[in-house]
């Protein structure tokens, strides 16, 4: 309650004793506080030093008495430094963001045309190369969407590294898997990995291609999202790139955090399978199905004759009109 005006957790309980007897002796403090002399008696300096605790007297026993200020005086004086400080933080920020603004605006006007806005990868081994590179550089955050079933071996092992450093350097690491990534050993155990160090990590059902951004300021996309390997932009124009972290900000709102098995809504349904309900009930076939859920055909004939035996339905028409009669799409 108290952190905000610059009390930690233990003089916050030092605090709240005095609060309810404003004069105590220190073995008093002691006995009731649960923490040890010298933890006691840090607790009591900090309060010295806040104005919330005048000097302490000599009691009539000889030992000395300590005795709280009027809080009313004491918190409104650290309310007001505490405000002191957060404008003066504020000014600073308003200083970087315009710092920020100015350099921006600098480095697209004189950007060489062709390059900083726009540059073209090709094939997979500059993409990865190009990734790696701009992942090793970020100082604030990277994003990323990841559709399929799951990554390389060899990718993962390249990441592992790599993201490690970021994280250690505090750089926020956010990514989209698709819900299929589950039939991949080997990229579960690294995602758990990556959550185990402070990354992020939330499921779709469905992701329609993927996509990395770094910093806000730069965003790359596939030349092909049926062929992601053909090659890719980066692209660094700024209403580009805030329009690809507005739509990343989106799927992450909409998205599931990571856990041993996808949550289920309250018709027990699972994201997956609420997805090929809707994929469906749009005329789809099970093989674009397949496509979209990164998933086999035979895993999304196997999911549609679990839920026409849930419905009870006879036909992938009678499915599709009792899951809506039930409220399932």
């Known amino acids: 309650m108290f952190h ?35 933890e006691v008696r840090d607790a009591l300096d900090r309060l010295a030093d806040l104005s919330l605790l005048d000097q302490a007297e000599v009691h009539a ?24 400080e957060l404008a003066k933080q504020q000014r600073g920020l308003e200083a970087a963001r315009t710092a920020v603004s100015t350099l921006t605006a600098y480095r697209t006007a004189h950007a060489p045309r062709g390059y900083d806005v726009v540059k073209r990868l090709e094939g997979r081994h500059e993409m990865c190369e190009r ?7 970020a100082r604030i ?20 590294a790599i993201d490690q450093r970021a994280l250690a350097r505090g750089v926020r690491i956010r990514s989209i898997y698709q819900d299929s990534f589950r039939n991949a050993p080997e990229t579960m155990r690294y995602v758990n990995w990556l959550g185990n160090l402070g ?20 965003a790359l996309v596939p030349l092909d999202p049926g062929n992601i390997w053909a090659g890719a932009l980066e692209l660094r124009s700024i209403g580009t790139v805030t329009v690809a ?40 076939t099970d093989a674009t199905v397949g496509r ?14 679990d839920l026409t035996g849930r419905l009870a339905a006879r036909s992938r028409f009678q499915t599709g009109a009792e899951a809506v009669r039930h409220g399932w799409i």
């Open 61 to 84: 026993a000889g030992q000395l008495l300590f005795r709280a200020t009027d809080p009313g005086a004491g918190l409104s004086y650290l309310l007001s430094r505490r405000e002191a």
């Open 199 to 218: 990354g992020e990590v939330r499921t779709l059902p469905s992701l329609e291609a993927p996509m990395a951004l770094f910093d806000r300021e730069v």
């Open 245 to 284: 972290r507005l739509l990343f900000e989106e799927y992450w709102r909409r998205a599931n955090p990571i856990g041993p098995t996808p949550p289920r809504d309250h018709h027990d349904l699972s994201p997956q399978e609420k997805e090929l309900l809707r994929l469906l009930a749009k005329g789809h």
């Open 4 to 38: 905000a005006l610059g009390l930690d957790p233990k003089t916050e309980i030092v605090y709240r004793l005095f609060l309810d007897e404003p004069e105590l002796r220190l073995d008093q403090i002691v006995a009731r506080v649960g923490l040890s002399e010298q």
């Open 131 to 137: 990734l790696a590179e701009l992942a090793e550089l």
């Open 141 to 160: 955050e990277c994003l990323s969407l990841l559709p399929g079933c799951g990554q390389a071996t060899d990718d993962l092992d390249a990441h592992r």
């Open 292 to 305: 979209r859920l990164g998933v086999s055909l035979r895993t999304v004939r196997r999911m549609n004759a």
